[in-house]
């Protein structure tokens, strides 16, 4: 099974989480409508990556997030994360009123940064997503339609949240394709005390 690091262990989840639009601003930013209650979708353990990889056969998406790690039903460790969408044959699932599972759920399709422990409160993280040295994504907790305590509490009324799995807590508006030699360095705040960043070139 594929892995994630936390301080010093190796977690292996069973599944991820993912919460679609999250973010008002992207939301709009892909024509959608505003949700009533938050979508959510999974990805399996198979869609874990440390690395990006471009596509040459069909554009893949970055979309950056906020992740948690879940254990004892609460969130413990915090990570920076990338959605990875196949953007055109989602559209095309959309369109057709089918599941994304085939845009979003394949493999490396699901990467993290190391996680960090959970020391702060939720309600003062942020993210950054920085391209070739230019923001292109920045937002958090403040601007979540669902936090991500409501999140764990919605989630659990019908599916059980095992220690070691992971919550995506949606993207903010910048989203964009991945492509070959770009650098990418996501970062974590709470409010302005850097938790973590990492660095990713995309291969």
């Known amino acids: 099974m594929n ?3 936390f301080e010093s262990r190796c977690i292996y989840p069973s599944k991820i989480v993912c919460v679609g ?3 008002a601003e992207h939301v709009a930013e892909l024509n959608n409508a505003i949700p009533d209650e938050p979508v959510l979708f999974v ?9 990006l990889f471009a596509n040459d056969v069909s554009p893949i998406h970055y979309e950056g997030e906020i992740v948690c ?9 915090l990570a920076f994360g990338f959605d990875l969408t196949k953007r055109d044959l989602q559209t ?23 996680f960090v422990e959970l020391t702060v409160p939720m309600a003062s993280v942020r ?3 920085w391209l070739n040295d230019g923001l292109v994504q920045s937002d958090g907790y403040e601007a979540m339609l669902f936090k991500p305590e409501f999140l764990l509490e919605d989630i659990s009324r019908f599916m059980t ?5 992971l919550l995506m807590t949606g993207t903010p508006k910048g989203v964009g394709p991945l492509i070959r030699d770009d650098r990418f360095v996501g970062k974590l705040f709470s409010d302005d005390k850097l938790l973590l960043d990492q660095q990713w070139i995309v291969k």
């Open 3 to 5: 892995f994630v690091t």
């Open 21 to 23: 639009r999250n973010y």
């Open 43 to 51: 990805k399996p353990n198979s869609a874990i990556a440390d690395e």
């Open 69 to 77: 790690l879940i254990e004892r039903a609460k969130i413990v460790a």
């Open 92 to 114: 095309g699932l959309k369109s057709k009123g089918l599941p994304w599972e085939r845009a979003k759920a394949f493999d490396r399709s699901a990467v993290f940064s190391g």
């Open 127 to 129: 993210m950054e997503l």
């Open 161 to 165: 949240l095992a220690d070691g799995d």
